[in-house]
T-cell receptor, first 111, second 117 residues
Framework: QKEVEQNSGPLSVPEGAIASLNCTYSDRVSQSFFWYRQYSGKSPELIMSIYSNGDKEDGRFTAQLNKASQYVSLLIRDSQPSDSATYLCAVSIRGGFKTIFGAGTRLFVKA | DAGVIQSPRHEVTEMGQEVTLRCKPISGHDYLFWYRQTMMRGLELLIYFNNNVPIDDSGMPEDRFSAKMPNASFSTLKIQPSEPRDSAVYFC???????????????FGDGTRLSIL
C-alpha cells in the first residue's frame, strides 16, 4: 500500500460545479496535511494546510480531515477553468518532518 | 519577499558529466528539502536538512547523488556521474520549523529541468 494515495483522474467537472478531490494515507501517526496545486510546467503551490479533524475553509476551498478514517479531501466550490491543474495531497508521516506526496489528481474544469 | 531560488532553470548535459543544482531557501526557514519529479514516480523526497544538517537522505537514489548545505542560505545537489535516467525536474523547497507539533507547509522553488543525453 502506498503511503499517500490519490485517484489520478482526470476528474472533469463543468464550470461552476463542486470538485471533490480525495486522499488516503497509511500512517496513523500523521499530524500535518497539505494540499498543493501544480499547473503544468510549474512548481507546487500551497492551497491549504489542515491539522485537526473537521473542515477548514478558505474562500472557495474547503479541506476536510478525518484521522480515524485516515482520509483528507479538498472541495473546490464554483470551479473555474483556472482551477484546472494537478492537485497534490501531502502528508507528514510518522509524526516527523518527512513529507510524502501523493501522485496527484488531474482536474479539468470545462467552460 | 523573495521565494526559494533555484538555478539553473534548465540544464542539458551529456551522460557522465557532473551536474550541480543550486538552491537558496527563504530567509528564516530552518528546513530545506530536495525533491525529484517524474511522470512515472511523481514527486519524491530525496533529502532534507534542518539547520544545515542532513536529517534524512533515505530518498537519495544512489551514491552518485550528494547534497550539501554549507550555510543557511545555500544548498547544492550534485550528480556525478550523471545518467539519462536522472532526467527529471528537481525542486528545492524550504519551510519554517514546526509549530506546536504541526509541521509548517513547504514553499517550492521554480525547479531545475534536467536532461541527460
Amino acid at each position: 500500500q502506498k503511503e499517500v494515495e490519490q485517484n489520478s483522474g482526470p476528474l472533469s467537472v463543468p464550470e461552476g460545479a463542486i470538485a471533490s478531490l480525495n486522499c488516503t494515507y497509511s500512517d496513523r501517526v500523521s499530524q500535518s496535511f497539505f494540499w498543493y496545486r501544480q499547473y503544468s510546467g510549474k512548481s507546487p503551490e500551497l492551497i491549504m494546510s489542515i491539522y485537526s479533524n473537521g473542515d477548514k475553509e478558505d474562500g472557495r476551498f474547503t479541506a476536510q480531515l478525518n484521522k480515524a478514517s485516515q482520509y483528507v479531501s479538498l472541495l473546490i466550490r464554483d470551479s473555474q477553468p483556472s482551477d484546472s491543474a494537478t492537485y497534490l495531497c501531502a502528508v507528514s508521516i510518522r509524526g516527523g518532518f518527512k513529507t510524502i506526496f501523493g501522485a496527484g489528481t488531474r482536474l479539468f474544469v470545462k467552460a | 519577499d523573495a521565494g526559494v531560488i533555484q538555478s539553473p532553470r534548465h540544464e542539458v548535459t551529456e551522460m557522465g558529466q557532473e551536474v550541480t543544482l543550486r538552491c537558496k531557501p527563504i530567509s528564516g526557514h530552518d528546513y530545506l528539502f530536495w525533491y525529484r519529479q517524474t511522470m512515472m514516480r511523481g514527486l519524491e523526497l530525496l533529502i532534507y536538512f534542518n539547520n544545515n544538517v542532513p536529517i534524512d537522505d533515505s530518498g537519495m537514489p544512489e551514491d552518485r547523488f550528494s547534497a550539501k548545505m554549507p550555510n543557511a542560505s545555500f544548498s547544492t545537489l550534485k550528480i556525478q556521474p550523471s545518467e539519462p535516467r536522472d532526467s527529471a525536474v528537481y525542486f528545492c523547497a524550504s519551510s519554517q520549523g514546526p509549530d506546536r507539533n504541526s509541521n509548517q507547509p513547504q514553499h517550492f522553488g521554480d525547479g531545475t529541468r534536467l536532461s541527460i543525453l
